[in-house]
């Protein structure tokens, strides 16, 4: 059974840029949340996505959107990045209603 | 507005003994309340959960309690052993309200040590 994979682990970039993370579920999961981690905090949810379709939504501005394939792996993009967006952005994936399960992260840092 | 509060960013235990974590939350729609365990360079791993239906869930040496009029819940480590190390989330998600478990609103996390 494959487990939650991210890609990729680490990226830069610079202020005003657009970036685009990906993430493939768990086998058999059907449902994906995007998390944000800032230092010393606790992961912030962005967003989830449920067949194809954004099922609830975080406090975050729509300059950070989605999207779920067929397969249920998901991208997150955002927009115009600011110095606040750099985080461990984390792929969290699960059945309906059940306990999320973690990729390891991809590292984001805005210059 | 932190609604799930860990007011202790770090502990440390000696092997063998109990280690207890500690968590606050402000909101009365958190129905579902989980811990999870984060090492460097990894994502987190679900540990233990509890409902609010109950007041303890017990995972071999993890247990949770659930204080609901206190909005208090604490996850006991017994015997705590060294691979224990990491830091420790608590989360809670208002399940019957949001009609998901995956909105979690996240604690700030404690750092765990367990010495030799």
């Known amino acids: 059974e494959t487990g939650v994979t991210q890609s990729p682990t680490h990226l830069i970039k610079t202020r005003g840029q657009q970036v685009t993370l990906r993430c493939s579920s768990q086998?058999?999961?059907?449902?994906v949340s995007w998390y944000q981690q800032a230092l010393g905090q606790g992961p912030q949810f962005i967003f989830q996505?449920?067949?194809?379709?954004?099922?609830g939504r975080g406090n975050f501005p729509p300059r950070f959107s989605g999207l779920q394939f067929p397969n249920y792996s998901s991208e997150l993009n955002v927009n115009a990045l600011e110095l606040d967006d750099s985080a461990l952005y984390l792929c969290?994936?699960?059945?309906?209603?059940?306990?999320?399960?973690f990729g390891s992260g991809t590292q984001l840092s805005v210059l | 507005d932190q609604q799930v509060k860990q007011n202790s960013p770090s502990l440390s235990v000696q092997e063998g003994r109990i280690s207890i974590l500690n968590c606050d939350y402000t909101?009365?729609?958190?129905?579902?309340f989980l811990w999870y365990k984060k090492y460097p360079a990894e994502g987190p791993t679900f540990l233990i959960s509890?409902?609010?239906?109950?007041d303890k869930n017990e995972d071999g040496r993890f247990t949770v309690f659930l204080n609901k009029s206190a909005k208090h819940l604490s996850l006991h480590i017994v015997p705590s052993q060294p691979g224990d190390s990491a830091v420790y989330f608590c989360?809670?998600?208002?399940?019957?309200?949001?009609?998901?478990?995956?909105?979690?609103?996240f604690g700030t996390g404690t750092r765990l040590q367990v010495t030799l």
């Open positions: 969290a994936s699960s059945r309906p209603n059940e306990k999320l399960f």
């Open positions: 086998s058999g999961h059907n449902t």
């Open positions: 996505y449920y067949r194809e379709e954004e099922n």
């Open positions: 909101n009365s729609m958190f129905d579902y």
């Open positions: 509890i409902s609010s239906i109950k």
């Open positions: 989360a809670a998600s208002a399940r019957r309200e949001t009609g998901t478990a995956s909105k979690l609103t």
